[in-house]
């Protein structure tokens, strides 16, 4: 049974033109996924779906396996990320016995090996469909702290239901997902058409390592944290 880690890099991004591949203290952003995957004790086989020549290029030169280049049907900005894992999948199925799909986005340069080894590990431990990082909600950002606009304007609390509270010990500890960096997917729960499924766990990260790229101040960022992590 093999476990495959999957780096979905579409060649479009309408944030951060060629994203994927925007340097990253000298390297291509995608250069720290693959790295990490590849690094991952648990991972027998690293592919990249992506359907830009130049991204899968990139990628085999880093050591990444790139069989096929995704269908147009997969590759706008709405293609649903289910759709590619289940097109990986399938081809995975056609070639060898699968016991997971690991979803890595390659949007996630601070996510390691060990984050990685982690979600594999938490994922065989128990019987679960799925295993899927995620951060702590700043307390500012929790349910019962943000607000929405009325119709007409005013200011009321996002949860129609929620109080008021002051105290922030007093707010419930709620979690996201953060990109997600890590999400590891039984193969059964991907044929049943969902990526989670009815057990699905938390694998907790920091917010540093959860930095996920969306816009260049992220790049930026993304850069002085890896530089002062070489130091």
Request: aromatic fraction near 4%; glycine fraction near 4%.
């Amino acid at each position: 049974m093999k476990v495959v880690a999957v780096i979905p890099a579409r060649g479009g991004s309408k944030g951060i033109p060629r994203k994927n591949l925007a340097e990253v203290n000298g390297r291509p952003l995608i250069a720290y996924s693959v790295e990490a995957a590849l690094s991952a004790q648990a991972m027998d086989h690293v592919i990249v779906s992506t359907d830009d020549e130049e991204i899968a290029t990139v990628s085999r030169s880093l050591g990444a396996e790139v069989p096929f280049l995704r269908p147009a049907s997969l590759s706008d900005d709405v293609a649903p990320m289910l759709a590619v894992l289940r097109h990986t999948l399938e081809w995975c199925e056609s070639r060898m016995d699968v016991e997971a799909i690991v979803l890595l986005q390659p949007t996630s340069p601070l996510r390691t090996c060990r984050h990685i080894d982690e979600s594999m590990a938490l994922f065989r431990s128990q019987s679960l469909t799925s295993v899927v990082s995620v951060v702590e909600v700043p307390h500012n950002f929790n349910p019962v702290s943000v607000m929405k606009l009325s119709d007409d304007g005013m200011l009321q609390s996002f949860l129609e239901s929620s109080q008021q509270i002051a105290r922030r010990q007093d707010k419930p500890v709620v979690y996201a997902r953060n990109g997600p960096a890590v999400l590891v997917c039984s193969p059964v729960t991907i044929h049943q058409g969902e990526l989670y499924g009815a057990r699905c766990m938390p694998y907790i990260m920091t917010a540093q390592d959860s930095l996920d790229i969306d816009t260049l101040e992220d790049l930026k960022l993304a850069e002085e944290i890896l530089s002062g992590r070489r130091v």
